[in-house]
């Protein structure tokens, strides 16, 4: 399902035109954004919580050239379910 289906089905379920559903995720997608640019988490009731992480600097080794390199330190996104989603999966 691409964001067009998305936001079709999405609107459909809630009675609102197509406009005022794509500004409404759109205006969700920015805030949750500027959230996490913040470096908060942000935690949807019974879906999951996304957060920003450090992940640290690291030695990694070429398998080829078998030549020892420094990865740098990066930010990366997570994404952990809620125990209601997983259940549902199981």
């Not at 030695?59 to 125990?83: E, H």
């Amino acid at each position: 399902m691409n964001n067009k289906e998305f936001t079709s089905e999405l609107s459909q379920r809630l009675g609102y035109t197509l406009k005022d559903t794509s500004e409404l995720m759109a205006s969700l997608l920015s805030g949750m954004t500027q959230m996490l640019e913040e470096g908060n988490a942000v935690s949807v009731q019974g879906f999951g919580t996304f957060e920003v992480k450090k992940k640290l600097e690291r030695i990694s080794v070429s398998p080829n050239t078998k030549q020892r390199f420094l990865v740098p330190p990066k930010l990366v996104l997570t994404y952990r379910p809620s125990a209601f989603l997983k259940d549902k999966f199981k």
